[in-house]
């Protein structure tokens, strides 16, 4: 893609995500979260997901799945805060889009959706998200 065609892309995608976030915030969200699922970049976290899963889910606890992919996945840290909560940090933001000159916050919504697919599969189980 060519650098004026890149602009252009992220000019539309910008004003498309301006236009979604005034939406009411649950139904915005939701959208942006919709398309998080099929996030490229994500794609090798639900293959560790899924393999961990596969792999552990019957002799291990939530707890020791989480731990699991958490040392699989360095650039996270998942910390317990409770019997059922995690809170998940990233290291740095390695979105593509954000990396070639989307600045619009309402876009990390879309890890919403992606986190919320990573660990239903890890899981195999409804999981809730937030930001």
Not at 3 to 15: A, L, P, R, T, V
Not at 41 to 54: D, G, N, T, V
Not at 77 to 94: G, P, R
Request: positive net charge; proline residues 2%.
């Amino acid at each position: 893609m060519h650098d004026s065609e890149q602009k252009h892309h992220i000019i539309w995608i910008d004003n498309c995500l301006s236009r979604i976030s005034m939406l009411s915030p649950r139904v915005g969200k939701h959208i942006v979260a919709k398309c998080g699922k099929t996030c490229k970049l994500k794609q090798s976290k639900r293959e560790i997901a899924s393999k961990i899963c596969e792999t552990f889910y019957h002799s291990y606890t939530v707890d020791d799945l989480i731990n699991e992919f958490a040392k699989r996945n360095s650039d996270l840290q998942i910390k317990k805060e409770s019997e059922n909560t995690f809170s998940i940090q990233l290291q740095e933001c390695k979105c593509q889009l954000v990396a070639d000159g989307l600045n619009n916050s309402f876009l990390c919504n879309c890890s919403l959706g992606s986190t919320k697919e990573i660990f239903e599969l890890l899981l195999k189980k409804p999981v809730y998200v937030e930001l």
